[in-house]
């Protein structure tokens, strides 16, 4: 089956720890993406990657770590540093960073 | 920069009656536009695209968007509308090098009543 995995789908985490969130795609995308999603608020953009070794910040990137060291796995850091990070997380990609996105299932983080 | 806006946070249609969710663009270049749904705890589902050509763009479950260039407008449209569409959908554009990431509106909650 070809697409995206993120794991886990629920994620708690203790205020001070830093944790991370796993995404995978098997569909041969150069462009990956990671997005935090609250209510009221839609997509908000926290990094990105367009090719492999190379990333760049989005909207949100404060308090967050990415690598992209294969093009297949872009997994995404929640350091300590984020004040708030109760969210739902979601990762995507694209062919080039030009055409549709896919997405994962998402990942709920709950800071407890 | 680049923004996308989604005027109505809820749209509520009867069932059977034609829909229309907004999205309006600014992007520098080229925009390249297009729609998503998410169901409640779950990714999103690309519906259709607009990168060049026809002005109307039909893609999945129905659904087509008008892009019109001079009131930078990318609105959301199915003629006949069905519970099962009540969903959350999102408009998102890039600018025409991708440079700067895929953006996201804020969404629209779209209410189908039987």
């Known amino acids: 089956d070809g697409g995206i995995t993120q794991s886990p789908k629920y994620l708690f985490r203790k205020e001070g720890q830093n944790v991370t969130l796993s995404c995978e795609q098997n569909l041969n995308h150069d462009a990956m993406y990671w997005y935090r999603q609250d209510p009221g608020q839609g997509l908000r953009l926290i990094y990105y990657s367009q090719i492999v070794n190379d990333f760049q910040k989005g909207d949100i990137a404060e308090g967050y770590s990415v690598s992209r060291e294969k093009k297949e796995s872009f997994p995404l850091t929640v350091t300590s540093a984020q004040k708030n990070p109760t969210a739902f997380y979601l990762c995507?990609?694209?062919?080039?960073?030009?055409?549709?996105?896919?997405f994962g299932q998402g990942t709920r983080l709950t800071v407890v | 920069a680049q923004s996308v806006a989604q005027p109505e946070d809820q749209v509520k249609v009867a069932e059977g009656n034609p829909l229309t969710v907004k999205c309006t663009y600014s992007?520098?270049?080229?925009?390249?536009l297009f729609w998503y749904v998410q169901y409640p705890n779950r990714g999103l589902q690309f519906l259709l695209k607009y990168i060049t050509g026809d002005n109307l763009v039909k893609g999945s479950y129905g659904f087509e968007a008008e892009f019109n260039k001079s009131q930078t407008s990318f609105h959301l449209k199915k003629p006949s509308a069905l519970v099962s569409d009540s969903a959350l959908y999102f408009c998102a554009g890039y600018s025409g090098g991708g440079a700067d990431g895929l953006t996201f509106g804020k969404g629209t909650h779209l209410i189908i009543q039987p």
């Open positions: 992007v520098s270049g080229n925009p390249y």
């Open positions: 995507a990609s694209s062919i080039d960073g030009t055409t549709e996105a896919f």
